[in-house]
């Protein structure tokens, strides 16, 4: 975590966005002394200015809509409403600004909430200032910074949940016929298809039925689709 006379004795050169515009920060951090380090960091800095310092969620739900920031700083450890929680409703009153995250450890499941609920970016406390206000930039800019830490992780938990979405026990004669249904084949012509009776053809429709957990020939198409059973 870096100290205000810390901030302050880092140069960092930013140029001004094309269109002239300066980027307005809002800073989200119960911590005084990082709240206002962060502020003189931002302040300092040509093409960017601090628009507002909370140390709350409800605090910044708080803020004027018409005088919305460009870009929220949030810490992720905060006293009632948690950043990872937050970004939701942040996001929601503020559907124009982007939402950055703040953090000391990269805690895997705060990660995944916090994209989840609508944040752009993930960077570590650590995080030189200059790269800081980079970040910053880009977010404004439609970017999704992270730190590497946080960037490997992300990449992993999107490889773990893309398992898991596509794991099954469905059998192959049920994926051929769930494919076929999904196709719009009646149980008919998918009996026929199958050379198997129609009766047997229900029958695997009500294993399918319990396996994805669905009640509907629909519902079931439209589960496997989305978990990328069948294609």
Do not use: W
Request: charged share 25%; net charge neutral.
């Amino acid at each position: 975590m870096l100290l205000p006379d810390e901030m302050l004795s880092v140069k960092v050169s930013v140029t001004r966005m094309q269109t002239g515009t300066t980027i307005r920060v809002a800073i989200i951090e119960d911590d005084a002394l990082t709240r206002d380090g962060l502020g003189l960091m931002i302040d300092g800095t040509p093409g960017y200015v601090c628009a507002a310092k909370c140390s709350s969620i409800e605090e910044a739900l708080r803020l004027r809509s018409d005088a919305a920031p460009d870009v929220f700083l949030v810490d992720i450890r905060l006293p009632g409403t948690s950043g990872s929680e937050g970004v939701s409703p942040l996001r929601t009153r503020f559907p124009a600004t982007q939402v950055v995250m703040l953090t000391v450890f990269a805690e895997e499941e705060r990660i995944f909430e916090s994209i989840c609920n609508g944040a752009c970016g993930y960077l570590l406390k650590g995080t030189p200032p200059a790269r800081l206000l980079e970040a910053i930039g880009e977010a404004h800019r439609g970017g999704a910074p992270m730190t590497p830490e946080i960037a490997r992780k992300v990449v992993e938990l999107f490889r773990q949940t893309h398992a898991r979405e596509t794991q099954h026990d469905l059998t192959p004669q049920e994926l051929r016929l769930l494919s076929l249904l999904s196709e719009g084949h009646s149980y008919q012509a998918t009996a026929t298809r199958l050379h198997i009776s129609v009766n047997t053809v229900r029958n695997h429709v009500r294993s399918i039925y319990e396996k994805l957990h669905v009640h509907s020939k629909s519902a079931a198409v439209s589960e496997a689709l989305r978990r990328r059973i069948i294609h």
